[in-house]
């Protein structure tokens, strides 16, 4: 009755979609990686060039320079958004009126598509019209210009990714408050502990999994940003805001320099691997904390 | 009045502050973009106020009736739409095998499924774009700049999302019922349209509907392997202020148009985004 063929029957064009928009490029970049190939370069077609490409990408500054970019972008973002999620998640473990209408439009900027956000932002802090540059320079005489200034631009960027993904951080870190046993801070509140102690030695603990979890996400996910910095910023100025991202699909791909973009896609993929072995490594010993 | 019901009525007042203050940071770009979508070039470059009593509705019009913008809404329809049905439609066969059969590696499988969300696009729209231009040809037929191409392409990060939500689902439908059935000597397309469609079609509406806002939202992919024929409506806003350069009251009319969906469902999917954008490693 429940033969196994099937079950194998009705998982396998599942299993062949996603064998071809993922196993496939995946296969392919690793053997790309291994050419020299450049439609713009004098030899024509596939030559095998061994790791040179990777040899070249371990000296390449410019590339090093917009991973340690994104690196360190992630790093604040990703910071300064736990620390906001988390008093926001915080305050919603409780009920109070209109909970549910705050924690639904604190939603909404997760379902925008990411080049809108970018164009809000870019509507927000263009020169000329925007309401940042103006009541800035207006109040507190700043002349604020993303265009300009490296460092604005970068403030802006960071700051736009705190508006969009917060948001996130405080719904999974909420489903993490409210998932949690009552039992060790009566205890502890009986053993006398205040508030700082409890915060120290339970919460965090005992939420260890899940922050980590979102954490590595939230990481992954800065590492393929693209859209909204392209949107607000083109990567600039100068090269300021320019992540791995922009800088594999707007500086190495129009060269078409292929096999030297494959082999840069595959240091991307190899971080983004790592990190996702570390999700999943973090899930199974929560699961098996649960089951034992 | 006691100091602890002072501090809890202070902790009402400061809960209250911080979401109201939140809410307003929230909504004011969205806002923004709505006023500048809502005014004329020459109300534009006055002093900023975020009071709008006109509607200067040309910035809606125009991008309208252009026969290439037309084209590109065309386009993220089809593409939204087919790509959440195909989705669905592969998701629920597929969650009902692993739910249902005991298969060799079934596990396994599962977790790869899954994993296929963390594609990074910045890393696979090289590969892919080779892929669809030179490799996965068929005479002049190629996938490149095509609508099927895109359909397909959205399962990387839609199907095991979709996946993962009815997983849940089906393992929450008991299994005696269809059991029963397939004694009974029903076929197995009765037991899925007659009995755990209707059952999971709760879930199955909010796998569809949140599919559809996530390749509505795509860009990346889009812009890389599309050129003229299957540009999408976010390809066309990326468009607007690179070529045609600064007409900011149009950009933000579509910008406007591209969050449609997103403002319609938000109420519906706000408690399942999470599920989605962790691929289930955090249950919301």
């Given at each position: 009755?429940?033969?196994?063929?099937?079950?194998?029957?009705?998982?396998?064009?599942?299993?062949?979609?996603?064998?071809?928009?993922?196993?496939?490029?995946?296969?392919?970049?690793?053997?790309?990686?291994?050419?020299?190939?450049?439609?713009?370069?004098?030899?024509?077609?596939?030559?095998?060039?061994?790791?040179?490409?990777?040899?070249?990408?371990?000296?390449?500054?410019?590339?090093?320079?917009?991973?340690?970019?994104?690196?360190?972008?992630?790093?604040?973002?990703?910071?300064?958004?736990?620390?906001?999620?988390?008093?926001?998640?915080?305050?919603?473990?409780?009920?109070?009126?209109?909970?549910?209408?705050?924690?639904?439009?604190?939603?909404?900027?997760?379902?925008?598509?990411?080049?809108?956000?970018?164009?809000?932002?870019?509507?927000?802090?263009?020169?000329?019209?925007?309401?940042?540059?103006?009541?800035?320079?207006?109040?507190?005489?700043?002349?604020?210009?993303?265009?300009?200034?490296?460092?604005?631009?970068?403030?802006?960027?960071?700051?736009?990714?705190?508006?969009?993904?917060?948001?996130?951080?405080?719904?999974?870190?909420?489903?993490?408050?409210?998932?949690?046993?009552?039992?060790?801070?009566?205890?502890?509140?009986?053993?006398?502990?205040?508030?700082?102690?409890?915060?120290?030695?339970?919460?965090?603990?005992?939420?260890?999994?899940?922050?980590?979890?979102?954490?590595?996400?939230?990481?992954?996910?800065?590492?393929?940003?693209?859209?909204?910095?392209?949107?607000?910023?083109?990567?600039?100025?100068?090269t300021a805001t320019r992540t791995?991202?922009?800088?594999?699909?707007?500086?190495?791909?129009?060269?078409?320099?292929?096999?030297?973009?494959?082999?840069?896609?595959?240091?991307?993929?190899?971080?983004?691997?790592?990190?996702?072995?570390?999700?999943?490594?973090?899930?199974?010993?929560?699961?098996?904390?649960?089951?034992? | 009045?006691?100091?602890?019901?002072?501090?809890?009525?202070?902790?009402?007042?400061?809960?209250?502050?911080?979401?109201?203050?939140?809410?307003?940071?929230?909504?004011?770009?969205?806002?923004?973009?709505?006023?500048?979508?809502?005014?004329?070039?020459?109300e534009l470059f006055d002093a900023?106020?975020?009071?709008?009593?006109?509607?200067?509705?040309?910035?809606?019009?125009?991008?309208?009736?252009?026969?290439?913008?037309?084209?590109?809404?065309?386009?993220?329809?089809?593409?939204?739409?087919?790509?959440?049905?195909?989705?669905?439609?592969?998701?629920?066969?597929?969650?009902?095998?692993?739910?249902?059969?005991?298969?060799?590696?079934?596990?396994?499988?599962?977790?790869?499924?899954?994993?296929?969300?963390?594609?990074?696009?910045?890393?696979?729209?090289?590969?892919?774009?080779?892929?669809?231009?030179?490799?996965?040809?068929?005479?002049?037929?190629?996938?490149?700049?095509?609508?099927?191409?895109?359909?397909?392409?959205?399962?990387?990060?839609?199907?095991?999302?979709?996946?993962?939500?009815?997983?849940?689902?089906?393992?929450?439908?008991?299994?005696?019922?269809?059991?029963?059935?397939?004694?009974?000597?029903?076929?197995?397309?009765?037991?899925?349209?007659?009995?755990?469609?209707?059952?999971?079609?709760?879930?199955?509406?909010?796998?569809?509907?949140?599919?559809?806002?996530?390749?509505?939202?795509?860009?990346?992919?889009?812009?890389?392997?599309?050129?003229?024929?299957?540009?999408?409506?976010?390809?066309?806003?990326?468009?607007?202020?690179?070529?045609?350069?600064?007409?900011?009251?149009?950009?933000?009319?579509?910008?406007?148009?591209?969050?449609?969906?997103?403002?319609?469902?938000?109420?519906?999917?706000?408690?399942?985004?999470?599920?989605?954008?962790?691929?289930?490693?955090?249950?919301?």
């Amino acid at each position: 009755m429940r033969s196994s063929r099937t079950g194998w029957g009705l998982l396998v064009p599942t299993l062949i979609i996603l064998f071809i928009t993922g196993v496939l490029p995946f296969l392919y970049v690793i053997y790309i990686g291994f050419f020299d190939w450049n439609i713009f370069s004098a030899k024509v077609g596939m030559v095998f060039a061994g790791v040179n490409n990777y040899r070249r990408l371990v000296f390449d500054a410019d590339f090093l320079s917009a991973l340690g970019r994104t690196v360190s972008f992630a790093f604040w973002a990703v910071s300064i958004e736990f620390v906001l999620g988390y008093i926001l998640a915080r305050t919603l473990v409780k009920d109070f009126r209109g909970k549910t209408f705050f924690r639904t439009i604190h939603a909404l900027p997760l379902m925008v598509a990411p080049i809108a956000v970018g164009a809000t932002w870019r509507l927000l802090t263009i020169p000329g019209f925007g309401p940042v540059p103006y009541f800035l320079s207006k109040w507190f005489g700043i002349d604020y210009n993303i265009g300009r200034y490296a460092d604005h631009a970068i403030l802006t960027v960071v700051l736009m990714d705190i508006w969009h993904w917060t948001p996130f951080v405080t719904l999974v870190l909420l489903a993490g408050l409210t998932s949690m046993p009552a039992e060790p801070f009566e205890q502890a509140l009986v053993d006398g502990a205040n508030r700082w102690q409890m915060f120290r030695y339970i919460t965090i603990p005992m939420m260890m999994p899940i922050i980590l979890t979102t954490f590595f996400i939230r990481m992954m996910d800065a590492l393929r940003v693209v859209d909204e910095i392209w949107m607000l910023t083109g990567g600039g100025p100068g090269t300021a805001t320019r992540t791995v991202g922009i800088h594999i699909w707007r500086v190495v791909f129009p060269k078409t320099d292929y096999g030297y973009g494959s082999a840069m896609s595959l240091l991307v993929l190899y971080f983004t691997l790592v990190l996702s072995w570390l999700v999943y490594t973090v899930m199974t010993s929560r699961s098996q904390e649960v089951s034992q | 009045m006691t100091r602890s019901t002072f501090r809890k009525r202070l902790g009402r007042v400061g809960v209250y502050i911080i979401w109201i203050v939140a809410t307003i940071l929230v909504l004011l770009p969205i806002y923004w973009m709505f006023v500048v979508s809502a005014r004329s070039r020459v109300e534009l470059f006055d002093a900023p106020t975020f009071i709008q009593t006109t509607f200067f509705a040309e910035n809606y019009i125009k991008p309208l009736s252009n026969p290439t913008f037309q084209r590109y809404l065309t386009n993220s329809l089809i593409v939204a739409s087919c790509n959440a049905l195909l989705v669905t439609f592969l998701a629920v066969l597929a969650t009902y095998a692993l739910s249902r059969w005991r298969l060799k590696g079934d596990q396994s499988i599962f977790f790869w499924t899954i994993s296929n969300r963390m594609a990074p696009p910045a890393a696979f729209m090289l590969p892919l774009f080779l892929l669809f231009t030179r490799v996965l040809k068929i005479g002049t037929f190629s996938l490149f700049d095509t609508q099927i191409g895109l359909i397909l392409l959205y399962c990387i990060f839609n199907l095991p999302f979709a996946i993962w939500l009815l997983k849940g689902i089906m393992d929450g439908i008991p299994v005696e019922l269809d059991e029963a059935a397939l004694v009974d000597g029903a076929s197995l397309t009765t037991v899925l349209t007659k009995i755990i469609v209707p059952l999971a079609a709760p879930g199955i509406a909010i796998t569809a509907v949140l599919s559809w806002v996530f390749a509505w939202n795509e860009y990346l992919f889009a812009a890389t392997l599309t050129s003229v024929n299957a540009r999408t409506v976010t390809t066309g806003l990326a468009e607007f202020v690179t070529v045609t350069g600064t007409n900011w009251g149009q950009m933000a009319a579509i910008s406007m148009i591209s969050l449609l969906p997103a403002l319609l469902f938000l109420a519906l999917v706000q408690k399942y985004i999470v599920v989605g954008l962790t691929f289930g490693a955090v249950k919301g």
